[in-house]
């Protein structure tokens, strides 16, 4: 069993930057491969980066790349997620899922965090 808890959102202008943190409890967390989504009001949950177990792999989103950087250390059982050079578009409820598989599908991510909201004003 793994628990995701995901923190630092907020507010912040255009331009700005914020870090997201995704602390997770669980022995197995470790071999689990680590993504961060979104979803803004009204819209569906997208895909915005990954990174496998070892940290060796990482994927972005076209929208966030050379923005955003993944990042994790297993030693905490903490991922991250900077966010540089935000837009009002990045405005939305920000999640990290955990996965055995390498997958962009929001269906194949076996746990979930609650969620922190981030707001980017223009």
């Known amino acids: 069993q793994v628990q995701l808890v995901e923190s630092g959102g907020g507010l912040v202008q255009a331009g700005g930057s914020l870090r997201l943190s995704c602390a997770a409890s669980?022995?197995?967390?470790?071999?689990?491969?680590t993504g961060w989504f979104r979803q803004a009001p009204g819209g569906e949950r997208e895909f915005v980066a990954r990174?496998?177990?070892?940290?060796?792999?990482?994927d972005y989103a076209h929208s966030v790349k050379d923005r955003f950087t993944i990042s994790r250390d297993s030693a905490k059982n903490m991922v991250y997620l900077q966010m540089n050079s935000l837009k009002p578009e990045d405005t939305a409820v920000y999640y990290c899922a955990a996965a055995r598989t390498w997958a962009l599908n929001t269906n194949l991510y076996n746990y979930w965090g609650q969620g922190t909201q981030v707001t980017v004003s223009s």
């Open positions: 990174i496998s177990w070892s940290g060796s792999s990482v």
């Open positions: 669980g022995r197995t967390f470790s071999s689990y491969h």
